[in-house]
C-alpha cells in the first residue's frame, strides 16, 4: 500500500491539506489580476499552493505561466525560460506553439526546437546578443499574447529569491518593474524563502518591487488541521492513530510541513496497525539520524559567535541577545558582534526573525542541536 504521506515534492491535490484562507486570498488576486509576492521560510507550502491555486484557476480565459529561478546562471536565461514557460502555458498545441513562437516577436529571431515528445519537449533560444539589446520584447510577451488572444494571464515565478545570484540583481529588478507595471491583462506571482531577502525586495522603499502587489506571509498549518490530516490520512489506509498522537507528531516538528509529513510518513511504514508512541519516538530517532551528516556540516561551518548565538537560543533566549549578560554568559564578544553573527545566521538560512526574535529556521535541526551541541 502507498504511504498517504508526501513530501521533497510539491503537494496539490493528493496529500494537500487546508490553506483555505489563502487559497482564497491567491485565487481572487489571479482572478482579479493583482500582483501577490508570497513569502515563506523553506518547506513551509509555497509552491504547493500556488500549484493548488493554478490548478484550481485555470480556465480557457485564464492562463497559468509557472517558472523557477532554481538553477538559472543569469539574466539571459531568465529570458528564454520566461519565453518557454509563457508560450507552453498559453498554448495547447505544440504546433500553435511553433507559430507563436514566430507570431509574437518583431526584433528577435527565435529557435525553436521539439523534442522526441513534441509534447513536452519544447524549447525556445535566441542569439545571446541580439536578446541583450531586445529583452524587453520578451518581458512583455505574455501581455502581447494574453492581448492577442483576448485572454488573462499569471505569471508565477518560484525561488524568485535566486535573483540574487544574477551579476545585476538590482538591474534586472528595475527592468522587469518598467516593463511589468504597464501590463493590464497580465499579472505576477512572486514567491520564495529567504525571508528576510524577499522581504528587503519588496518592503524597503529603494527597491524596485517596493509596493508591487499585495505581499503574503504564508504561516503554518495550524495543529489542529494537521491532527485531523493525520488521523484521516491513517485510517484511509486502514491503520489507526489516535489524536494524541497526532499531536505529538505535530508538536515534536513544530507545525512544520514538511517535517510534519515526513515522520508521519516514518511512523506510518514502521506502524502495522496501531500507533503507539515508541513507534513515534523510534521515527524521530531516525529522522535525527538520516540528517545528522548534513546538520554536522553546517555546525562545523558555523564561526565561534555563530555558534555562540545558537547556543543561546537553543537555551530558549530568543530576545535579548546583545544585553550584556547574555554577551557575556556565551562569550559573544560585543553587540557588533551579536548583529553580525545573527546576519550571517539569517544568510545561511539556519535562524528566523518573527517580531524581533529569533529562532532556529529548522526544527529538527533544532532537537539535533539541543541534544548533541548545547554546552
Ligand atoms: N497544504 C499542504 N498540506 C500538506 N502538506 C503540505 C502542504 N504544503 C506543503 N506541504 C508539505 O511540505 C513540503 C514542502 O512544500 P513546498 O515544496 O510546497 O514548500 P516551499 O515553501 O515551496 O519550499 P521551498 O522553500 O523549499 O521551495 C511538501 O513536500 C509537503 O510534504
Ligand atoms: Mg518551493
Redesign the pocket.
Given at each position: 500500500m502507498k504511504s498517504p504521506?508526501?513530501?521533497?515534492?510539491?503537494?496539490s491535490t493528493e496529500?494537500?491539506?487546508?490553506?483555505k484562507k489563502e487559497i482564497k486570498r491567491l485565487k481572487s488576486n489571479f482572478q482579479h489580476c493583482i500582483n501577490t509576492l508570497l513569502i515563506?521560510?523553506?518547506?513551509?507550502?509555497?509552491?504547493?499552493?500556488?500549484?493548488?491555486v493554478a490548478h484550481e484557476v485555470t480556465t480557457k480565459k485564464l492562463r497559468i505561466v509557472q517558472l523557477d529561478l532554481l538553477g538559472l546562471q543569469d539574466e539571459m536565461e531568465f529570458y528564454k525560460a520566461l519565453a518557454t514557460a509563457t508560450i507552453k502555458g498559453t498554448s495547447s498545441k505544440f504546433e500553435e506553439w511553433v507559430t507563436a513562437g514566430k507570431e509574437f516577436f518583431k526584433q528577435l529571431t527565435p529557435k525553436i526546437s521539439l523534442g522526441p515528445d513534441p509534447m513536452h519537449d519544447f524549447e525556445i533560444s535566441f542569439d545571446w546578443q541580439e536578446l541583450e539589446k531586445n529583452y524587453q520584447e520578451i518581458l512583455n510577451l505574455p501581455e502581447r499574447i494574453a492581448r492577442k488572444k483576448g485572454i488573462q494571464i499569471v505569471v508565477c515565478i518560484?525561488?524568485f529569491q535566486n535573483l540574487a545570484n544574477f551579476k545585476q540583481p538590482l538591474l534586472f529588478q528595475k527592468r522587469l518593474r518598467s516593463e511589468w507595471q504597464h501590463h493590464q491583462q497580465t499579472c505576477y506571482c512572486l514567491?520564495?524563502?529567504q525571508q528576510h531577502m524577499m522581504m528587503s525586495l519588496f518592503e524597503r522603499q529603494s527597491m524596485p518591487f517596493y509596493k508591487f502587489g499585495d505581499v503574503m506571509y504564508?504561516s503554518k498549518?495550524s495543529r489542529k488541521d494537521w491532527i485531523s490530516?493525520i488521523i484521516k490520512a491513517f485510517d484511509s489506509t486502514r491503520k489507526h492513530i489516535d489524536d494524541v498522537l497526532a499531536d505529538h507528531i505535530a508538536s515534536l516538528v513544530q507545525d512544520?510541513?514538511?517535517y510534519?509529513?515526513?515522520l508521519s510518513h516514518m511512523v506510518w511504514i514502521s506502524t502495522e496497525k496501531n500507533v503507539t508512541r515508541s513507534i513515534v519516538e523510534e521515527s524521530l530517532e531516525n529522522l535525527l539520524e538520516q540528517n545528522a551528516i548534513l546538520y554536522t556540516r553546517d555546525t562545523e561551518n558555523l564561526s565561534s559567535s555563530q555558534l555562540a548565538y545558537l547556543k543561546a537560543l537553543a537555551d530558549g533566549i530568543s530576545a535579548g541577545l546583545s544585553s550584556k549578560a547574555v554577551i557575556d554568559k556565551y562569550r559573544l564578544g560585543s553587540s557588533a558582534t551579536v548583529a553580525k553573527a545573527k546576519k550571517a545566521l539569517l544568510n545561511k538560512e539556519l535562524i528566523e526573525i518573527r517580531n524581533s526574535q529569533s529562532f532556529f529556521l529548522d526544527p529538527v535541526y533544532e532537537l539535533w542541536f539541543r541534544r548533541f551541541i548545547r554546552s
Open positions: 504521506f508526501l513530501f521533497g515534492r510539491s503537494v496529500g494537500f491539506t487546508n490553506r515563506s521560510p523553506r518547506r513551509w507550502g509555497k509552491s504547493s499552493l500556488v500549484k493548488r518560484d525561488e514567491y520564495g524563502s504564508l498549518i490530516f512544520h510541513s514538511y510534519v509529513q515526513q
